[in-house]
């Protein structure tokens, strides 16, 4: 029995591993693939446990039988745990997959039919001895052959990933095969090349199990090799406030998270039904035709919005899940609380309302101060009684034309003129009339002249026109004109109808030859002029116009 105790002991030991790694750890697809491979290494101390426990040729047969089974399937195990493990998986296709295992399934067969004892032959003694046979020697060539082509997928991984965390879950795995590969040689070495020349040491293949087995599971802990996004993806879906409800094409709930609950009390295997659940809530804008289109449209991307009876508002999304020829396989539904942003929005709809309402009184009182700085600024160069531009204005003005008539030799004209025994007026008729007859006399000017003519009350009862490109013969004519209009004109007072004239003096300039270095010096001049040819008109008679003389 001593030659049982190391076999029955890392048979422990190795399931021991096991459970602890099904209790600790959550199933991937990985801890899967990992748990199988764990099992195929258990097979072999258990297998050799007990062919030595057991009298019975037949038994110890199939138990060597079944730990040599064992061993032919962890090469190919290896092999396809690291390509998972390297994420090179899609090399695993079924026809790649089926040629990979070809060789390891031809050596089981082997191993189970062992024809003519060409695998191992038992001998008789007082412990089960065992002769190898040819069959053997192809099983461990093959083994080894997918160890070997492990290890270059390995060494390839290590060598293009430069992630450091990543290396030494690789580099740790690696010395697990090492370790295995090692002590099956050993064991090959020892109790079966030199089995004649050297004592048998039993547990020399279980030892290299069980050791390159801890490796391993030092780099599921140390390094957390195994698959974790899909453990992560499970508990995001589980742990978010949106509720999500997964449902085939017949709505059978296939998986609903803890969010779901708050909005659908349903459970993995319900049957969903969506009109039963909006049954309530017909009445809400949108819901029937969101129902129609659910109905009839369920490869459609759906959504809407909707007012529970606890007054909260939920986004409800339809998402079709479809295969490769776009058939409707299931659904997502997820549900939204939107309560806290609807009030946002509802609050910032308010103030946006409110922020619109004082635009529109902000744009009211900007109007209004354009109309009035329209106003002032009109008032600033107009004249109050009579509209007509005020003399700083036509000052202003002057300046400005007078430079550009003179550097492009543009003739124009200007007169100054007044009404005639004005303050006769105002003792006879009083000033209201007096102010009557000063505007109807701006009018009667202003009905004469052109609409590039500018008409300026200079002061009183004295007003001055600007006529840009006028020469002399032009002013004098449109001069007769306008004392002949107001000559015409007859003013409604309380006693009788006034009549009056004016007398003006005109000025115009076409002699461009000189040089006007000052403009304000040489308005001052033409002023002079026609002032003295407006008072030469008054000496002479009134209700006439001369023509002013410049130097």
């Given at each position: 029995?001593?030659?049982?105790w ?5 048979f ?8 602890c ?19 195929l290494?258990?097979?072999w ?8 426990i057991?009298d019975?040729p ?6 060597i ?12 195990g290896?092999l396809?745990?690291?390509?998972f493990?390297?994420q090179?998986s ?7 997959l089926?040629?990979m ?14 024809p ?8 008789a ?7 190898y ?13 997918y160890?070997?082509f492990t290890?270059?997928?390995?060494f390839?991984?290590l060598?293009?990933?430069?992630s ?15 370790v295995l590969s ?12 030199l089995?004649?020349y050297?004592?048998?040491v039993?547990?020399l ?26 453990m ?13 409800v ?20 349903v ?10 659940f ?16 659910y109905r009839?449209y ?15 508002h ?5 998402s ?6 776009k ?9 939204h609380d939107?309560?806290?942003l ?12 409110a922020?619109?309402?004082r635009n ?15 106003k002032?600024?009109q ?7 009579t ?18 008539n003179?550097?492009y030799?543009i ?14 007026v105002n003792?006879?008729?009083g000033h209201?009339?007096?102010?009557e007859v000063?505007?109807?006399t701006?009018e009667?000017v ?10 300026a009350?200079?002061g ?8 840009p ?27 009788e109808?006034?009549?009056?004239t004016?007398?003006m003096?005109?000025?115009?300039e076409?002699?461009?030859d ?10 001052r001049?033409l ?14 008679g009134r209700n006439?116009?001369?023509?002013a003389?410049?130097?």
């Amino acid at each position: 029995m001593g030659l049982l105790w190391p076999d029955l002991l890392l048979f422990i030991s190795l399931f021991i591993l096991f459970a602890c790694v099904i209790a600790f750890n959550r199933l991937t697809l990985t801890h899967k693939l990992y748990l199988a491979f764990h099992f195929l290494m258990m097979l072999w101390p258990l297998g050799q446990l007990a062919a030595n426990i057991t009298d019975y040729p037949h038994y110890q047969n199939f138990f060597i039988q079944l730990s040599f089974v064992a061993v032919g399937l962890i090469g190919p195990g290896w092999l396809c745990f690291v390509l998972f493990l390297t994420q090179r998986s899609s090399m695993l296709k079924p026809a790649r997959l089926a040629a990979m295992l070809a060789p390891a399934l031809v050596c089981i067969a082997g191993v189970i039919w062992n024809p003519n004892h060409l695998f191992f032959e038992m001998l008789a003694g007082d412990q089960p001895m065992r002769k190898y046979g040819p069959l053997f020697w192809v099983l461990s060539i093959v083994q080894y052959a997918y160890l070997f082509f492990t290890l270059i997928q390995m060494f390839h991984e290590l060598k293009n990933d430069t992630s450091v965390h990543r290396r030494k879950q690789l580099a740790t795995t690696l010395i697990g095969m090492f370790v295995l590969s090692g002590f099956s040689m050993l064991d090959l070495l020892v109790n079966v090349l030199l089995k004649d020349y050297l004592p048998v040491v039993p547990g020399l293949m279980s030892l290299g199990i069980l050791l390159s087995d801890i490796c391993f599971i030092l780099a599921i802990y140390r390094f957390g090799m195994f698959d974790i996004l899909s453990m992560a993806q499970q508990d995001i879906f589980e742990h978010m406030t949106m509720g999500i409800v997964v449902v085939d094409d017949n709505g059978k709930v296939l998986e609903a998270n803890r969010g779901s609950g708050s909005f659908a009390n349903v459970t993995k295997g319900d049957h969903f039904e969506m009109e039963k659940f909006l049954a309530s809530l017909h009445s809400q804008e949108g819901v029937g035709e969101f129902l129609y289109r659910y109905r009839h449209y369920p490869q459609e991307r759906l959504q809407t919005e909707l007012t529970l009876h606890d007054q909260r508002h939920v986004s409800i999304q339809i998402s079709p899940v479809l295969d490769h020829t776009k058939a409707v396989l299931g659904r997502i539904i997820t549900f939204h609380d939107v309560t806290e942003l609807r009030k946002l929005v509802d609050e910032m709809n308010r103030k946006n309302e409110a922020l619109h309402e004082r635009n529109l009184e902000l744009i009211t009182i900007q109007d209004e101060l354009y109309r009035v700085n329209q106003k002032l600024e009109q008032m600033a160069i107009t004249d109050s009684l009579t509209g007509c531009y005020n003399r700083r204005f036509l000052m202003q003005q002057l300046e400005h034309e007078v430079l550009l008539n003179l550097r492009y030799r543009i003739p124009f004209s200007i007169f100054l003129f007044d009404i005639d025994f004005f303050k006769h007026v105002n003792d006879r008729y009083g000033h209201l009339a007096g102010d009557e007859v000063i505007r109807r006399t701006a009018e009667i000017v202003k009905s004469q002249l052109r609409r590039t003519d500018i008409l300026a009350r200079y002061g009183g009862e004295e007003f001055t026109v600007y006529l840009p490109h006028t020469n002399r013969e032009q002013a004098e004519h449109l001069a007769e004109r306008i004392m002949a209009a107001v000559f015409d004109n007859r003013i409604d007072s309380e006693q009788e109808q006034i009549g009056i004239t004016i007398s003006m003096g005109i000025v115009t300039e076409d002699n461009f030859d000189q040089q006007v270095d000052d403009v304000k010096e040489y308005l001052r001049g033409l002023f002079s002029s026609v002032d003295a040819a407006l008072y030469k008109a008054k000496d002479e008679g009134r209700n006439r116009a001369v023509i002013a003389q410049v130097n």
